[in-house]
């Protein structure tokens, strides 16, 4: 069974940075996309982030210039660099895995809060 496990989530002040880590444990082959969402507290799941088997890298606006995705391929991990944390990155940050066939898969959560 493949789970997802996050870490790095922690307080931090504005200004700070932080680096979450999501690596899969299980059997899980050829992993297309690897991105990073977040959820603020009465507000929907949305993408932060997203990078591609072949390194191509997707942010959303409100990230860009600030965070950077990687990913690690011979350890099935994904990385997101926050740098420059305002109060409003406050969220559940998930990370999502898309194999090439199959299902696709969440982690479990890690909070990120940012004081002001």
């Known amino acids: 069974q493949v789970q997802l496990v996050e870490s790095g989530g922690d307080l931090v002040q504005a200004g700070g940075s932080l680096r979450l880590s999501c690596a899969a444990s299980?059997?899980?082959?050829?992993?297309?996309?690897m991105g990073w969402y977040r959820q603020a507290p009465g507000k929907q799941r949305d993408v932060v982030a997203a990078?591609?088997?072949?390194?191509?890298?997707n942010y959303a606006d409100s990230v860009k210039g600030r965070f950077t995705i990687s990913r690690d391929n011979t350890k099935n991990t994904v990385y997101l660099q926050m740098n420059s944390l305002k109060p409003e990155d406050t969220a559940v940050y998930y990370c999502?895995?898309?194999?090439?066939?199959?299902?696709?898969?969440w982690g479990q959560g890690t909070q990120v809060t940012v004081s002001s």
């Open positions: 999502n895995f898309v194999p090439v066939t199959g299902r696709s898969y």
């Open positions: 299980g059997s899980i082959f050829s992993i297309n996309t």
């Open positions: 990078i591609t088997r072949g390194g191509s890298t």
